[in-house]
């Protein structure tokens, strides 16, 4: 549901007083801390933006994955494009024209003047796969809210030791916790550690006819050798009307020879399913299988757990892919994006 006028007044004003405080003139992006959303208990981790004197405003990463992508970003461990990992609420003082016309329009609506480079308020939501998004839903637009009060209360709380906020344990952080009261809530600051990540892939294939399994087994007539196989978001943003979204493409690379056997384009949620087929269809055509699988990542191995269970090659997890990087290099070239 989409906020009421009310609560984007609500927002608009934290985000004023927020710029107004100016706490990024002794706050850095790297002086986390938590603020817990008294209806879902999930908690935001905020990063203060501004101490470098380029973007200025609040990032507030969504439970536990979404610090790990942040910390990962920090610590030079993340191997994705950050556009396709990050779960955040983002606030940034921006110029005018980065403005969508419905947010100028909201502007308007709620009687708000802004003038200059820095200082228009814009909100994005992001998620994983998905562009940068200016439509927060009510549930959003509320904690935002009580996320941009706290930080305030936290750098101003911290302004003169802002390094007191990192604990001994780096796994610890100080997190605004609130409480009802007969008065409304009331807030306090307690050390946590997050929940356990979950990495597990969430996306799983439809199971497959074991009858179509068993004759491709069966018509197999040999070896295929090593196969590399991935799968990852294309930087080429697809619009169908609503949220633009980052494809997923999946690939299968022979790896003796760097051929490119099979390959998929498609929604993200679709992924498990195509690899699958995908797969099973090489399988079905060639009429070999192969002694050795290579992937990057676990979910590649999730994706394809019942066709591995049937055939039985060898399963790799590694570092590196040479053949598939050279032809994923070659394929985003070809669709002109690049790598970032």
Known sequence: MNPTLEQWKALYEEAISFKQSKCWEWMTNGHMFGVQNPESGEIGYCSILGNGGEVFGLSVYMGTKGLHSIMSMFAGELDEDPRF?????????????????????????????FRGAHAWPTFRVYEPGFVPWPDLTQEQAVFFARALQ????????????PDALFHEDEETFLVRVPSRTEGGIVWSNEW???????????????PIDELRLTK???????SAGSWEIDCFFMPIPIDEGGRP????????????????????LGDKTQI?????????????QL??????????????????????????????????????????????????????
């Open 192 to 206: 946590l550690s997050p929940e356990p990540l979950d990495e597990g892939a969430s996306v799983q294939a439809v």
């Open 85 to 113: 990992t990050q779960d955040a609420l983002l606030l940034s003082f921006d110029s005018r024209d980065e403005l969508y016309p419905r947010e100028l329009k909201l502007i308007k609506e709620l009687g708000l003047k």
């Open 150 to 161: 706290q930080a305030r209360e936290i750098a101003l709380e911290y302004r003169q030791d």
């Open 245 to 264: 979204f980052y494809p997923k493409m999946f690939l299968i690379v022979d790896q003796s020879s760097g051929q490119v056997l099979k390959h998929g």
């Open 272 to 284: 498990a399913d195509d690899m699958a087929e995908a797969f099973l269809t090489l399988v079905e």
């Open 287 to 340: 009429k070999y299988v192969p002694d050795e699988i290579w992937a990057v990542k676990e979910e590649v191995y999730v994706y394809l757990r019942q066709i591995l269970r049937a055939f039985g090659p060898q399963a790799y997890l590694t570092d590196e892919l040479p053949a598939l990087e050279e032809a994923r290099e070659g394929l985003l070239h070809y669709f002109g994006a690049g790598i970032r």
């Open 216 to 222: 491709a087994k069966k018509s197999a007539k040999g």
